[in-house]
């Protein structure tokens, strides 16, 4: 079928309790999601229970551009009508972290990948729910 795409929900992989890390974050703070993605993405989120925890998502297939594109940072600061010094930014990748760093939010490296290093420019993590135990 020509022009229709076909999106697979399996391509989403979820941490471990993230939907209880994302409800304990929920209490205390405000949430969004930068994300480099197609629009499979919001179902993805309803159907995992999790849609209505974030206040705003800064999505590249809307936006028309990706990570680590300061323009994705710019959008998401301005959606959350937040200074970037009282933001934090969490990634598996340190170039998307070094990317939203230089706009001063606090950036924060998940470990999830195989083969992740750790550094010492960004706090890091090992597990999503440990996000819990910093903030």
Wanted: no cysteine.
């Amino acid at each position: 079928m020509r022009g229709l795409k076909r999106y697979n929900d399996s391509n989403y992989i979820f941490f471990d309790n993230t939907k209880k890390t994302i409800q304990g974050l929920k209490e205390k703070y405000k949430i969004g999601v930068i994300s480099d993605t197609d629009p499979s993405i919001k179902r993805v989120l309803k159907n995992a229970g999790i849609y209505d925890y974030f206040d705003t998502m800064t999505l590249s297939f809307e936006l028309g551009e990706s990570k680590p594109s300061l323009g994705m940072f710019r959008h998401a600061l301005e959606a959350m009508n937040l200074p970037a010094i009282e933001t934090v930014f969490i990634d598996d990748y340190e170039k998307n972290l070094d990317s939203a760093s230089t706009l001063g939010m606090q950036s924060i490296l998940i470990l999830s990948r195989p083969n992740s290093d750790e550094t010492t420019k960004h706090l890091n993590i090992k597990k999503f729910s440990d996000l819990l135990l910093y903030l």
